[in-house]
């Protein structure tokens, strides 16, 4: 029974599998499914409702959430609850939606009409700028190839009022000038033979005076060929690293503590009583901060270890000492996954020429990855020793899936993670750890021996994974540095 205008409905049942296809549902429910462009069985199709049942399945989360939806002809509200089922019970979701409302869809108004336009030149803007209350350029972020001589401007002289980077057309700029009678206006950008649109969208209140802006600046036609070419050269790649360490980096990162700390706050209920699932939601949002603070360190990382005239200082380094702090930085992650860090071999008076603190960089990098994949109850070792060409060695051996031959090399590939899209890494941290260990005469390999034992890399596919190998496999990951004995010998 499909609802009439102004028709309200107490409640509707459906039932989704673990792949958020919809199975069954009274017939409101299965109607507005049909009406969105779905069938019985097949995927939710109502996009408001596909997001909650997709989020309460991967989260095992209880969701209760108002929602409104389109159904072709008008606007469809109510109250919805997701209640994931687990996976002994198919792993999918049953969906109630009380107090279901059906009316005519409103006319849009003015505020939410502008606010989709912004949306959709948020969407487009191929360079992105954030101004101060003065209009002066801090942050500016270019995607588009033809936009290199721009980006440069900016770096050799940051700070600038942002009408000395472009050119505005058919309009004498001179600041000041209200942002409200230039924003939406055409303009030219240096090194760029095609038509922008400039967007300056402020920041704040407006009648006090925006805090800044948000400055955007929109093509008004595609690339031809001719003005993308070197777009992806190792320059460009170098001056993209050199923009996000040295200012998107110091820009999100309070805003990621902030998070951080506001969403630990909520989950050990300090702010007063919450429900289980709240307080473990948002222990999930204080995981997600402390990754993309993990990533912005990776990005500024990069920066150094990519700058011309990178350069370690060589000192007197114990590899065993360095082994026993990163492992007593990692034990408690260790601890939480039942796996035991073992520090073997020759683990005092391996001496050599290095930087501490890059040292225990890599061997934090490399035993979290090994913490990371590898199975529970299960051991990761920590060796240091003398190898025979006179050079000394540290390795850190797991018991994950490990990698097929052929992808030895590719896992120290910059942002490569072998197929993985879910593990919540950025994949550069082999990448960083190698140019360091290169940068102090050293080096970072991989070793792969198939049937030794479960073993995973540091950045190894899990098991079902793409490229994961046919059989169990042992994989050491090993950094060798020059002995002590290379500089101090008489």
């Not at 004498?172 to 090194?191: E, V």
Request: net charge negative.
């Amino acid at each position: 029974m499909a609802l009439e205008p102004n028709q309200t409905l107490l409640a509707a049942r459906g039932l989704t599998d673990d792949r958020d296809r919809l199975l069954t549902a009274d017939e409101p429910l299965a109607d507005l499914h049909e009406r969105c462009g779905g069938r019985i069985p097949g995927t939710l199709a109502v996009p408001e409702l596909l997001d909650l049942v997709r989020q309460g399945r991967e989260m095992g989360l209880r969701i209760a959430r108002e929602f409104t939806a389109f159904d072709g002809d008008g606007m469809v509200s109510g109250f919805v609850r997701v209640h994931p089922l687990g996976t002994e019970a198919g792993g999918g979701c049953e969906l109630l939606v009380e107090n279901w409302q059906r009316g005519p869809q409103s006319p849009e108004n003015a505020r939410d009409f502008a606010e989709r336009l912004d949306a959709i030149d948020r969407a487009t803007a191929e360079i992105v700028a954030r101004l101060d209350a003065r209009q002066r350029v801090q942050v500016l972020n270019a995607t588009a190839p033809d936009a290199r001589a721009l980006q440069e401007a900016f770096q050799e002289e940051p700070g600038k009022f942002w009408s000395d980077y472009i050119e505005l057309v058919g309009i004498a700029y001179r600041q000041p000038l209200h942002w409200r009678l230039i924003d939406g206006s055409r303009c030219r950008i240096p090194g760029s033979d095609r038509q922008w649109r400039l967007r300056l969208m402020p920041l704040g209140p407006v009648n006090g005076g925006p805090r800044g802006f948000e400055m955007l600046l929109i093509a008004e036609e595609p690339l031809t060929p001719s003005d993308a070419d070197g777009a992806d050269s190792p320059e460009d790649e170098r001056a993209d690293a050199r923009m996000i360490g040295s200012a998107l980096t110091p820009v999100l990162r309070q805003p990621i503590a902030r998070i951080v700390a506001n969403a630990e706050t909520i989950r050990s209920r300090l702010a007063g009583p919450l429900k289980p699932e709240y307080s473990e939601y948002a222990g999930n949002i204080a995981t997600a901060g402390k990754h993309l603070s993990a990533m912005l360190d990776d990005l500024a990382d990069l920066e150094v270890v990519e700058a011309a005239g990178f350069t370690t200082i060589a000192e007197k380094v114990d590899l065993g000492d360095a082994a026993r702090r990163a492992a007593g930085i990692l034990g408690v992650r260790a601890q939480d996954r039942s796996i035991v860090l073992d520090i073997v071999g020759e683990a005092d008076g391996i001496v050599a020429v290095a930087e501490f603190r890059r040292v225990l960089q890599i061997l934090i990098n490399l035993i979290g990855n090994a913490i990371a994949y590898s199975p529970e109850d299960s051991t990761v070792t920590i060796a240091a020793k003398r190898a025979a060409n006179g050079r000394v060695e540290v390795s850190v051996s797991d018991e994950g899936p490990g990698v097929e031959a052929g992808q030895v090399e590719q896992v120290f590939e910059k942002f490569e993670r072998l197929g993985r899209d879910n593990d919540g890494g950025s994949g550069l941290g082999l990448y960083i750890s190698r140019r360091l260990a290169r940068a102090m005469d050293g080096d970072l390999t991989l070793a792969s021996q198939s049937g030794a034992g479960r073993n995973s890399p540091c950045r190894c596919p899990r098991p079902g994974s793409r490229g994961q190998g046919r059989g169990p496999s042992r994989v050491a990951a090993q950094t060798s540095i020059a002995p002590i004995a290379a500089v101090i010998a008489p």
